[in-house]
């Protein structure tokens, strides 16, 4: 049982537009929430993070949004750039739990 | 420069062959961590450690062992166990804060490929 779904493979935007990546969480208990990054043939860099006492956090292009009640969460960036081309993984982890679980990822493409 | 290193960057294995991952920190973490990535797939953990001496099984640790004698190294067999071993291994660690959630930080992986 997936407990971090990230429903679209893929995704596609031009240069300047915003993009917009969603993950939905089946647990309840998640109560921290983060964004990587990941290039081919290179381990995940840490973009922003999120708890859930807060509803967004920002910083710079980046945003993360968290609506609990849907058990959904997104990152926005603002205007997308060709080098935020790679794959973001949605991760999620409970109580202080060092256990991250992970979504399957979205390919993010930015066209020139 | 802090940071996390694993090697090789690649890695073959021959059939009913036990295999060596090495990570290893200088960010002082006490908690490190093995990733196994397949392709389309997320992150999924195969063990933790939280402290020297100390480890845990993940989710997907049948066919794998670690050892954590020293806090800023934490190496992963593969072992002929493991039946479908062709994956890119991610290593990761984190500072231990009690009753804080710490962010995870990523190793540039070692792709394992069978022969």
């Known amino acids: 049982d997936q407990q971090v779904k990230q429903n679209s493979p893929s995704l596609s935007v031009q240069e300047g537009r915003i993009s917009i990546l969603n993950c939905d969480y089946t647990n309840s208990m998640f109560d921290y929430f983060l964004w990587y990054k990941k290039y081919p043939a290179e381990g995940p860099t840490f973009l922003i993070s999120i708890s859930s006492i807060k509803d967004k956090n920002e910083d710079g292009r980046f945003t993360v949004f968290l609506n609990k009640s849907a058990k959904h969460l997104s990152l926005h960036i603002v205007p997308s750039q060709p080098g935020d081309s790679a794959v973001y993984f949605c991760?999620?982890?409970?109580?202080?739990?060092?256990?991250?679980?992970f979504g399957k990822g979205t390919k993010l493409t930015v066209n020139p | 420069d802090g940071g996390i290193t694993q090697s090789p960057k690649y890695l073959f294995r021959k059939e009913g062959q036990n295999v060596t991952l090495s990570c290893e920190q200088n960010l002082n973490h006490d908690a490190m961590y093995w990733y196994r990535q397949d392709p389309g797939q997320g992150l999924r953990l195969i063990y933790y450690?939280?402290?020297?001496?100390?480890?845990q099984k993940g989710d997907i640790a049948e066919g794998y062992s670690v050892s954590r004698e020293k806090k800023e190294s934490f190496p992963l067999t593969v072992t002929s166990a493991q039946k479908n071993p062709t994956a890119f291994y991610l290593c990761?660690?984190?500072?231990?804060?009690?009753?804080?959630?710490?962010?995870?930080?990523f190793g540039p992986g070692t792709r394992l490929l069978v022969l």
């Open positions: 990761a660690s984190s500072p231990q804060l009690a009753g804080l959630q710490e962010t995870q930080y």
């Open positions: 991760a999620a982890a409970q109580g202080g739990s060092e256990k991250l679980v």
């Open positions: 450690s939280q402290i020297v001496n100390d480890f």
